[in-house]
């Protein structure tokens, strides 16, 4: 899921730009780690961005639009939450939101 995150990042900046990567604890007792991979690519279209964790939804030429409804089913079976902020134009963040396991639980 992660790889399939980050090498989507990297496909929406064929010429370069930045990939962000970063992971925190919060508060959320439900879902407290946090996992956010961000690029400063093209962006996802507002009519997409609904729907971008739908099967064979795309925005590439030549995809599957298999990568990001996989991602988010792996996600959800695990407990978490998957959403996506994006701008055209400016980039793209995606946050993963998981439950932790406890020591010996």
């Known amino acids: 899921m992660l790889l399939n995150l980050v090498v989507n990042a990297l496909d929406a900046m064929p010429y370069g730009g930045h990939l962000h990567l970063a992971a925190r604890m919060t508060d959320d007792r439900q879902c407290p780690l946090e996992v956010a991979i ?4 093209c ?3 507002p009519e997409l961005r609904e729907r971008i ?3 064979f939804v795309t925005t590439k030429e030549h995809g599957t639009g ?3 409804a996989i991602s988010a089913q792996i996600v959800r079976q695990h407990g978490g939450d998957i959403t996506v902020e994006s701008q055209a134009g400016v980039g793209s963040t995606f946050m ?3 439950p932790v396991s406890k020591p010996g639980g």
């Open 53 to 55: 964790f739908e099967p």
């Open 96 to 98: 993963v939101r998981l």
């Open 38 to 41: 961000g690029d400063s690519g």
């Open 66 to 68: 298999l990568g990001l």
């Open 43 to 45: 962006g996802i279209r």
